[in-house]
């Protein structure tokens, strides 16, 4: 396995950790709606970053258009979350040590070390990964833990988009094979 794959598994091993119930770190974190909109944020952000980086990267135009794509796809997103919760009066309350925000980072430096085909393989497997961790976590943890109706609909409304995006990166991903 290359760094890079080591990487990209410890990231959806610790979106999973993270995004669950018990933290990693803090086991009395407790998953309320504030937190899960912070967490939906937080994923949206993280997605716009790296759909950017691709848009400037990628060596292909259908890699920067994936990329173009899932900045857009994912800025609308989290402006509706964003939306929502100043509606509802909600401050999003990202919880305390979140593994995923090193993992991310972690992420993005690797992505910014790779150029050409390689950069290209690399992003199209990260964001694979990526959206099958965030579906993950939405329908077995996220989901269930809501208490809003209306976020519960928000997050309902765009988990189709997080797995269009998913199959979008795997078929590219497989062309390159």
Known sequence: ??????????????????????????????????????????????????????????????IRDFGAMLARDHKNVRQQGRDLAKKLGVTPTPPKDFAMTKDHEAAMKKLESLKGKEFDKAFLEHEVAYHKAVIDAMTTTLLPALQNA????????????????????????????
């Open 1 to 62: 396995m290359t760094s890079f794959q080591l990487s990209r598994w410890s990231l959806v091993a610790a979106a999973v950790v993270a995004i669950s119930p018990v933290y990693a770190q803090t086991k009395s974190a407790k998953l309320d709606d504030p937190t899960i909109v912070a967490i939906f944020d937080a994923a949206n952000t993280w997605d716009i970053q790296t759909g950017q980086l691709a848009e400037k990267k990628g060596s292909t135009k259908e």
């Open 150 to 177: 209306e976020v519960k609909d928000l997050v309902t409304k765009v988990a189709p988009a997080f797995k269009a995006h998913e199959d979008a990166a795997q078929n590219m991903l497989n062309k390159m094979s």
